[in-house]
């Protein structure tokens, strides 16, 4: 079974500083990650995707996240925050087109605030 | 990526009600999923529908209570049957990717429903 944890239900950091959100994950088999972002009364928008290529993964809005599998994890930064990246983030894992066949196990979601 | 559309995007029903969401797709997909968000709560998968079969329901989640029809390709509906304050919540159609596909899912603006 899979599973992803998200460390801290909510961030919060100042416009211009260094956005990291925190996710681990736990596969049986090697994992395609994906993180998701949730603006305010829409759906989800995909940000990036690790499907076992490169390990450091650059994404929409100057997102990346680096997969590391000796730690499980799958953190999602950003080198400057700004006021537009308020949204909530969601990490998925799941096995893979031909193992899950699309089926993705998503996070329980951080919510990013960017204050002035 | 796949456009989808959702309908309706929100609405407030009474208990006891029943209520069917629409999910249209601008291309032809063999997977479709339907995802539920409880206020606050991360996404849950509540099927899997397929052209021309059962769709596959997740554990907690029962077909006489949300009934799926895949009549085509591009289509499907998730009706939320005899609904109570509990169902209240976002619904989420969602596609794999086409040609190519990488295992990631995209999605609709999501449904909103206020169960009174």
């Known amino acids: 079974a899979q599973s992803v944890t998200q460390l801290g239900s909510h961030v919060s950091v100042s416009e211009g500083a260094l956005v990291l959100l925190r996710c681990n994950y736990s596969s049986s088999v090697p994992p395609y990650l994906f993180w998701y972002v949730q603006y305010p009364n829409q759906g989800l928008q995909l940000l990036l995707k690790y499907t076992s290529a490169a390990t450091l993964v650059k994404g929409i809005n100057g997102f990346e996240a680096e997969f590391k599998k000796s730690e499980t994890s799958f953190h999602l930064t950003k080198p400057s925050a700004h006021m537009s990246d308020a949204a909530e983030y969601f990490c998925?894992?799941?096995?893979?087109?031909?193992?899950?066949?699309?089926?993705?196990?998503f996070g329980t979601g951080t919510q990013l605030k960017v204050e002035l | 990526s796949a456009v989808i559309s959702q309908k309706p995007s929100r609405d407030i029903c009474q208990r006891g009600t029943s209520l069917t969401i629409q999910c249209q797709v601008d291309s032809q997909v063999t997977m479709m999923f339907w995802y539920r968000q409880q206020p606050g709560q991360s996404l849950t998968l509540i099927a899997t529908?397929?052209?021309?079969?059962?769709?596959?329901?997740e554990s907690g989640f029962v077909i006489d209570k949300f009934p799926i029809s895949r009549p085509n390709l591009t289509f499907s509906t998730l009706t939320v049957s005899n609904m109570s304050p509990e169902d209240s919540s976002i619904y989420l159609c969602?596609?794999?990717?086409?040609?190519?596909?990488?295992?990631?899912?995209?999605f609709g603006e999501g449904s909103r429903l206020t169960v009174l």
């Open positions: 529908a397929n052209q021309g079969s059962e769709a596959t329901y």
């Open positions: 969602s596609v794999a990717g086409g040609p190519g596909n990488t295992g990631e899912l995209f």
């Open positions: 998925a894992v799941s096995e893979g087109v031909t193992g899950g066949g699309n089926k993705l196990t």
